[in-house]
């Protein structure tokens, strides 16, 4: 039996009759900290959303801790899988408290209230995300940086085990992009915090990434570290652009420059 924490085989997925996600077979190790990276219309949101539960999927078999997916009720599930997606736009009038507090919704039961321990785990899911100085706060007034490592606490706040995150810093500049991945590579690292990304920028996944797949028409096109996906005839076939691949002189990691029309 498979000591991986998640388990995908032989899947597909889509919506109605459409098939987006095609014959996917990939597995998650406990301490992954695992990219998906793909153009637009790979099919990466569509992954994580049938990883999630959010769609279900039609062929093949998905497994948590060696448990068909299906299987394991919802509760149960969120007890131990958080997933931060794209921003929203709106949060009402919620203060970043009350939002990290949202994460402890499946260890409570149906009319049961926080308690102390809640509060406690809130307050740590905020400390540990550098926002506990505005807990008070709404959440409308802070920053997008701030914002997003306010959802990340209430992620935390769930105790998962595996945590999903899709396009977590595609809004944010470039400080608050490194900000919010370095968060999750201190997780990763100190909590042993296993996570799925999807990621657009090709430098960001060589740089934190342990794993990366790179999907192109619903498939896996390719599956490795960062030397084994990133190298330009991979990503001159996916993305149809010409680009150059040299090694990041600090990591000694891939780094990707486009070659733009007047240079080639």
């Known amino acids: 039996m498979s000591t991986a924490l998640l388990n995908v085989n032989d899947m597909n997925a889509g919506y109605g009759k459409e098939t987006i996600i095609k014959n996917i077979s990939f597995a998650v190790q406990q301490g992954d900290f695992l990219g998906i990276i793909g153009p637009n219309g790979s099919g990466k949101t569509t992954l994580l959303k049938v990883l999630t539960r959010v769609i ?69 899911s905020l400390r540990a995300t550098d926002t506990l100085l505005f807990k008070d706060k709404d959440m409308n007034t802070l920053s997008a940086g701030e914002r997003q490592r306010v959802i990340i606490a209430k992620a935390l706040a769930q105790e998962p085990k595996l945590l999903f995150l899709d396009e977590p810093t595609s809004h944010l500049d470039i400080g608050h992009q490194i900000q919010i991945l370095n968060l999750l590579q201190k997780l990763n690292r100190e909590k042993n915090l296993t996570i799925v990304i999807v990621l657009h920028d090709l430098n960001l996944a060589s ?43 600090l990591s000694n990691r891939p780094y990707i420059i486009l070659v733009s029309g007047k240079d080639r």
């Not at 009038?93 to 406690?120: C, M, N, Y």
């Not at 999907?215 to 390719?222: P, S, T, V």
């Open 56 to 124: 279900p999927h039609y062929q093949g078999e998905i497994t948590f801790e060696n448990t068909l997916l299906r299987q394991i009720p919802l509760r149960a599930f969120a007890r131990k899988v958080a997933c931060v997606a794209q921003e929203s736009t709106s949060y009402f009038s919620f203060s970043a408290e009350e939002i990290a507090l949202l994460g402890r919704s499946p260890h409570l039961g149906r009319w049961q209230q926080e308690g102390k321990t809640d509060f406690a785990i809130a307050e740590e």
């Open 207 to 249: 740089e934190y990434c342990n794993r990366i797949i790179l999907m192109d028409q619903g498939r896996i096109f390719k599956e490795g570290n960062a030397d084994e996906v990133l190298t330009y005839k991979n990503i001159e076939e996916v993305y149809k652009t010409l680009v150059l691949v040299h090694k990041n002189p």
